[in-house]
Every structure is written in structure tokens, then in C-alpha cells.
């Protein structure tokens, strides 16, 4: 999804976790930026990177997904891997969102859990069996992941699902529909 990216711009990685796409976007050339709220997995990911040698040059820092400290259009791209899923109310993500392209001149590229798959029925049936109401993990329609993007001034180009009609992970490229602000 960042294929077209030339080498050389500056990704961010956010929530990072423990860098598991690290080696990927620093094979890709880009100069990585790593943040996540949690000060435990920077630590994780700076031991990853450390053990494969590709430290060097890779900025970790802690932050908040809604509020960043970073510049306006401070990346060319932003990778938000595993973050969507555990907000459960649209102005949420929203919120989100709004943060990422504002601090994103490219593409953002943002995964999801998806109502259109096997995975995501079998959520429903497990919790409707137990008589749970989940408040976490809990697949939304695509449309309204889409309707939640453009509410907040970014468009989808692409969905691609991980693992079409199994996986409830799903991951959208999105661009921005406004201007950037200089």
C-alpha cells in the first residue's frame, strides 16, 4: 500500500507497538518515525530494532494518537496498523483521523475490523451466545469507516481486506480531500 512511495519519505508509524513493520518500511527506504502512547512498547521496539540492526536513524517517540506534538503535513506517510478496532463510536474515530491528516501530506494508510466477513460473524454469534454486549474489537460497516473519513476531510482510494469474506482486518488508503494548510 505504500509501494508507490519513493524512497527516502518520511513515514510514521503510529501506534507503533513493538516495530513489527519496522524492517519492512526501513527496507523500503524511508526514514521511520516509531510513536506510540505506551512508553513500555517504544522500549519493545527499540530492542527490536536494536537486535536487527536497523536503529540507526529511527526516531522513537510517545505519543498520543488524538493529539501528536508533530508539525502540520510533518509525513509523507502514515502507517496506523491495529488502533481502529478498539473504537467503538464513529466521533472517536473521528477524532483520530481528523490528527492524521492533519500531520499527513500522503497517503494514511489505517486498518479496521470489517462487518462484511466470516470473522466478524462469528464475533456477533459468540457475544450474542454469552448475551455479552462487546465494547472492544467490534467490526463496523465499511461504509461507515468511509462516512467517518470524509467527516473528517479525507477520502478512501482503496480497502483491501487481509483476508476477503475471513478476516475482520481490514486496511484503507486514505488521502486528503482539503488543502494543506501552510
Not at 121 to 149: E, G, K, V
Request: hydrophobic letters at 40%; a positive charge; charged letters at 25%.
Amino acid at each position: 500500500m505504500l509501494g508507490g512511495l519513493p524512497p527516502g519519505s518520511k513515514v510514521l508509524d503510529l501506534p507503533s507497538g513493538t516495530g513489527r513493520l519496522l524492517p519492512l518500511l526501513v527496507e523500503m527506504g524511508f526514514p521511520v518515525t516509531e510513536a506510540d502512547s505506551s512508553v513500555h512498547m517504544l522500549e519493545k521496539a527499540q530492542d527490536y530494532a536494536r537486535t536487527r540492526g536497523i536503529a540507526q536513524g529511527v526516531e522513537f517517540r510517545v505519543e498520543d494518537a488524538f493529539l501528536t506534538s508533530f508539525k502540520d503535513a510533518a509525513f509523507d506517510a502514515i502507517l496506523c496498523n491495529r488502533l481502529f478496532h478498539h473504537f467503538r463510536e464513529p466521533e472517536v474515530r473521528r477524532r483520530c483521523l481528523r490528527e492524521l491528516g492533519r500531520i499527513c501530506r500522503g497517503p494514511i494508510v489505517v486498518s479496521f475490523f470489517c462487518d462484511c466477513s466470516l470473522g466478524a460473524w462469528m464475533f456477533r454469534l459468540r457475544n450474542w451466545i454469552r448475551h455479552r454486549t462487546p465494547t472492544d474489537r467490534i467490526p463496523i460497516p465499511r461504509t461507515q469507516f468511509i462516512a467517518d473519513a470524509e467527516a473528517t476531510g479525507l477520502r478512501v482510494v482503496q480497502t483491501l481486506a487481509t483476508r476477503r469474506w475471513i478476516s475482520k482486518q481490514w486496511y484503507a488508503v486514505l488521502e486528503r480531500t482539503r488543502p494543506e494548510t501552510a
